[in-house]
């Protein structure tokens, strides 16, 4: 058989598959203690109750596919994830970046999503050389390290992501603190300028108040408590400033808008300081490409008329 024929087979069990899942006569039937918790009154008091848990993300684009394989497929990762996750080079900052990025997701499931990806890699690079009889050890080791950027790169994507939205929050955070102090100049109590300043911020830091703010009315807790520890989930200094900035007023009764005025400043300060430090450090790194393509342009310039001299010197000598 060819490497398309496999590739049609494998199309039509997935199809088969499919089709199969969707009839009810092979859908899972509930269990008994399913069923029972019908007639549980505690149990339908909890359903009703205001949840904000965040959905769990799909492996695979197929609801029955993803139901079959998630089990298998966390199951099969747990040593890497031990390895790779736990004790290796991406450690705790992958849980952290994952409950911001991707609540819900936990570490088994994102270490199967790397081994999805490494091995489609994997296998459609041997796919595309089997079918040229190019199975050779370079070609397999060019498919092993394809497999291994297909592994890594939703580690890559997540990271990006993760830095993606601190630089968002870090340049939200001036224009919310300084909504936030125009509303407490106006003579409005905090919570009430959250929730003025929170669904008009569209940003991050704008969802995460927005947030707070819904989470304390369903759980009838200070709002401030939910700020806080999303904002050391986020890891952002400036953002853990900014909330112990608002607890410490809340607390003491001290005046909030000077405050907030003053650390709205100090943020854009410490904006343009980095947007320096980076141009400046894109003027050093120009260096190396700069002498890298002068270098050669010199040589010629200088070297090839003085040779050219010394040879018509010496050969009409």
């Given at each position: 058989?060819?490497?398309?024929?496999?590739?049609?087979?494998?199309?039509?069990?997935?199809?088969?598959?499919?089709?199969?899942?969707?009839?009810?006569?092979?859908?899972?039937?509930?269990?008994?203690?399913?069923?029972?918790?019908?007639?549980?009154?505690?149990?339908?008091?909890?359903?009703?109750?205001?949840?904000?848990?965040?959905?769990?993300?799909?492996?695979?684009?197929?609801?029955?596919?993803?139901?079959?394989?998630?089990?298998?497929?966390?199951d099969l990762v747990t040593p890497i994830q031990r390895l790779v996750l736990r004790?290796?080079?991406?450690?705790?900052?992958?849980?952290?970046?994952?409950?911001?990025?991707?609540p819900g997701m936990s570490r088994q499931a994102f270490a199967a999503r790397q081994?999805?990806?490494?091995?489609?890699?994997?296998?459609?690079?041997?796919?595309?050389?089997?079918?040229?009889?190019?199975?050779?050890?370079?070609?397999?080791?060019?498919?092993?390290?394809?497999?291994?950027?297909?592994?890594?790169?939703?580690?890559?994507?997540?990271?990006?992501?993760?830095?993606?939205?601190?630089?968002?929050?870090?340049?939200?955070?001036?224009?919310?603190?300084?909504?936030?102090?125009?509303?407490?100049?106006?003579?409005?109590?905090?919570?009430?300028?959250?929730?003025?300043?929170?669904?008009?911020?569209?940003?991050?830091?704008?969802?995460?108040?927005?947030?707070?703010?819904?989470?304390?009315?369903?759980?009838?807790?200070?709002?401030?408590?939910?700020?806080?520890?999303?904002?050391?989930?986020?890891?952002?200094?400036?953002?853990?400033?900014?909330?112990?900035?608002?607890?410490?007023?809340?607390?003491?009764?001290?005046?909030?808008?000077?405050?907030?005025?003053?650390?709205?400043?100090?943020?854009?300060?410490?904006?343009?300081?980095?947007?320096?430090?980076?141009?400046?450090?894109?003027?050093?790194?120009?260096?190396?490409?700069?002498?890298?393509?002068?270098?050669?342009?010199?040589?010629?310039?200088?070297?090839?008329?003085?040779?050219?001299?010394?040879?018509?010197?010496?050969?009409?000598?």
């Open positions: 058989m060819t490497a398309l024929e496999v590739g049609l087979f494998g199309l039509a069990l997935i199809g088969l598959y499919l089709v199969l899942s969707s009839v009810p006569l092979f859908q899972p039937q509930p269990s008994l203690e399913q069923r029972l918790r019908r007639f549980d009154v505690g149990a339908r008091l909890h359903r009703q109750r205001p949840t904000f848990a965040q959905p769990v993300p799909a492996l695979l684009p197929w609801a029955p596919l993803d139901t079959a394989l998630r089990p298998l497929l966390e004790d290796g080079v991406f450690g705790s900052a992958v849980e952290r970046e994952l409950k911001v990025v991707h081994v999805l990806w490494g091995a489609a890699a994997l296998g459609l690079f041997l796919a595309v050389f089997a079918s040229h009889a190019q199975l050779d050890a370079v070609h397999l080791v060019v498919s092993v390290f394809a497999g291994a950027f297909g592994f890594l790169l939703p580690w890559l994507l997540l990271r990006r992501v993760a830095r993606t939205r601190k630089r968002r929050l870090l340049a939200e955070l001036p224009h919310v603190a300084r909504l936030l102090a125009l509303g407490m100049s106006a003579g409005l109590p905090l919570d009430v300028a959250l929730a003025h300043v929170g669904p008009r911020s569209h940003g991050p830091l704008g969802q995460l108040i927005d947030q707070g703010l819904r989470l304390s009315a369903a759980a009838n807790t200070p709002m401030l408590v939910h700020l806080a520890s999303r904002a050391e989930l986020e890891d952002v200094p400036e953002l853990s400033s900014f909330v112990g900035l608002l607890q410490a007023s809340h607390a003491q009764g001290l005046p909030l808008a000077p405050s907030l005025e003053t650390l709205a400043s100090t943020l854009e300060q410490r904006a343009v300081t980095r947007l320096l430090a980076t141009a400046e450090r894109g003027t050093i790194k120009m260096l190396f490409p700069l002498a890298l393509v002068l270098t050669p342009v010199v040589v010629v310039v200088t070297l090839v008329p003085a040779l050219l001299a010394l040879y018509a010197l010496v050969r009409g000598g």
